[in-house]
Each structure stands twice: as structure tokens, then as C-alpha cells.
């Protein structure tokens, strides 16, 4: 099963972000229900493997973490791939993923080491209908910094990811909470 672990985004900020999805040409628009911030994708896995993680998830001490809008951005800049809404880095958000990815390991799962962007996806740009890279910066530039204010992370979740031609369809597996 294709899985990954995120953290939903916070309800206050839903509406906001979907009138910055209305705002910028082309792309197919994530689902208000699916906006997440991404700590750890999974790949595929098997069920047992699945069963480990979620006993190392719910064995240890989530830590809270604060969510801090920083910008909306294109990803990869040069053949933009989506838009998102970058965070600020942030400790608290870092110490959480590092939490979570240790729960993976020990559920026997490799993770590739990256490096930690905190973003929300907004839209998505599939090779066959690239964006206009001629309008999406001026389309950046009207939406301007995020009117959103900080929010503390409502819990963890574990997600599968069923891949289908009209995007992927998510589906809540498990939901751990932080501390406080």
C-alpha cells in the first residue's frame, strides 16, 4: 500500500488557501480535504510492515509542533512542478519529523535522506499540461505574502495514496496525537 505520514493543515487556514488556489492559472487544484504538509512519504509497503509503524508511532511521545506560513513558491523553479505555501523552519516542526522518521526506521522502513522543505501543495502541474511559467510569477506576485497566522499542528496522520488519472485519492489510516 502506498502510504505517507503528514500533518493536516489546520482549519483556519483551508479557506484562505483555497481562494489562493482560485488565484493562480492552470494546474489541478488539491482538494481542501487532502492539504497536508508531508513529514515522511512511505512509499509502498506491506501490511505487517504498516502494523510495526503504527506500534512505534503510538508507543512514543509525538512532540507539538508550530505550522508558520513563510510564502507561496513554485516548485522547482525551473520546470515548476506545483505551487505551494512554504513554512518557516522551525524547531518544533523539525524535531517532529525527525520523531516520526525514527518510528519508521524502527518499523524497518529506509527513508532516503533529504532535505526537510516544509510546504503545502496547492496545485499540481503534470508533464502533459505544463503552466504558463510566462504568468505564474506575476500570479505569485498578487497573492502575496500568506495571510495566515501560525497554528499548532493538530496530529499526525498516516495516509494511504491511491494514484489515479484524476490525481491521487487519500485516505486517513491512523491519526497520533502530540504532545502538549
Not at 504538509?37 to 508550530?66: G, K, N, V, W
Not at 524502527?106 to 502533459?128: C, D, M, N, Y
Amino acid at each position: 500500500m502506498r502510504t505517507f505520514i503528514g500533518l493536516p493543515v489546520p482549519e483556519p487556514w483551508i479557506a484562505p488557501l483555497i481562494r489562493a488556489q482560485g488565484a493562480v492559472p492552470g494546474g489541478r487544484k488539491v482538494d481542501a480535504d487532502d492539504l497536508h504538509l508531508t513529514l515522511a512519504f512511505l512509499d509502498d509497503q506491506a501490511e505487517i510492515t504498516l502494523e510495526a509503524l503504527h506500534d512505534a508511532l503510538e508507543a512514543r511521545s509525538l512532540p507539538a509542533a508550530t505550522l508558520r506560513p513563510l510564502a507561496f513558491a513554485l516548485l522547482s523553479a525551473n520546470c515548476p512542478r506545483a505551487i505551494v505555501l512554504d513554512l518557516a523552519p522551525d524547531p518544533t516542526l523539525t524535531a517532529l519529523r525527525d520523531t516520526v522518521r525514527r518510528a519508521v526506521a524502527e518499523a524497518g522502513i529506509t527513508l532516503p535522506r533529504e532535505r526537510f522543505r516544509p510546504h503545502v501543495t496547492l496545485l499540481r502541474f503534470s508533464p502533459s499540461a505544463p503552466p504558463d511559467t510566462g504568468r505564474l510569477p506575476a500570479a505569485l506576485t498578487r497573492l502575496g505574502a500568506p495571510q495566515l497566522g501560525p497554528q499548532q499542528a493538530g496530529g499526525v496522520t498516516l495516509w494511504s495514496s491511491t494514484l489515479t488519472p484524476d490525481g491521487p485519492i487519500y485516505d486517513p489510516l491512523a491519526t497520533y496525537r502530540l504532545a502538549a
